[in-house]
Structures are given as structure tokens and as C-alpha cells.
């Protein structure tokens, strides 16, 4: 990957988590404006729900950025790229799609390796 898309995979985590923080704001917002017991509305989801997913989204999100900043680090340093496990080397598709991927496909996949980490 290069640095120009690992750059664009950090813009897009950095709005991900904005847009993600602004839900949970608007909906904090829409909390303290109603005076309802949406517990027991049988009209769709309460409000507890929808805070409890986009928190978790937004746990996500945010480790995605940490992730991606991680990622940039090691470009930065020549070691991206590199399995941080067995130090080979991580195939062009797989950081494709993970551009974050810290580990080669046989080290992630093997559970005794990933715990040496």
C-alpha cells in the first residue's frame, strides 16, 4: 500500500469516528428533550439500544484510527509491510485490504503466534 491510501484509510477511520461521535451527541440531545419511557415503547428500538450500537461502533472506530496510526508509524519507520510476528513479509492483498495488518496470513491465523505479540 502506499502512503497516499494509507493517508486516505486514516481520513476516512478520523470521519468515521466524527460522524459516529455526532450521532451520539444528537441522540443524547433527543434523549434529554423527551420525557417518555422509551423502555417500554412498542414502537421500535429505545434509545438504550441505539446509544449501546453506536458506542460499539464508535469503540471500533476508534481503534481502527489507532490501528491506521499504528500502520502509519511503521511506514514511517520502513517496517510496514513486515509481519511483527515472524518478521516475513505481508502480502500486497492482504494489507490491501487490511491496511492496518501487522501480521502475514499464517501468523494471524495461527493462534500460539498471535499470542506472542
Do not use: F, K, N
Not at 486516505?8 to 440531545?29: G, I, M, Q, Y
Not at 434509545?47 to 502509519?72: M, P, T
Not at 491496511?99 to 491465523?109: K, M, Q, V
Amino acid at each position: 500500500m502506499d502512503p497516499t491510501a494509507l493517508a486516505a484509510a486514516r481520513t476516512h477511520a478520523r470521519e468515521w469516528v466524527a460522524s459516529l461521535r455526532r450521532e451520539l451527541d444528537a441522540l443524547a440531545d433527543q434523549q434529554a428533550l423527551t420525557s417518555h419511557d422509551d423502555e417500554h415503547d412498542p414502537e421500535g428500538v429505545t434509545i438504550a439500544v441505539q446509544r449501546a450500537q453506536l458506542q460499539g461502533l464508535l469503540a471500533a472506530a476508534e481503534r481502527e484510527c489507532g490501528d491506521l496510526d499504528r500502520a502509519a508509524d511503521r511506514m514511517a519507520d520502513g517496517d510496514y509491510g513486515r509481519c511483527s510476528v515472524c518478521g516475513g513479509p505481508i502480502a500486497p492483498e492482504r494489507l490491501e485490504a487490511l491496511p492496518a495488518a501487522d501480521t502475514c496470513i499464517s501468523c494471524a491465523s495461527d493462534p500460539r503466534r498471535r499470542r506472542r505479540r
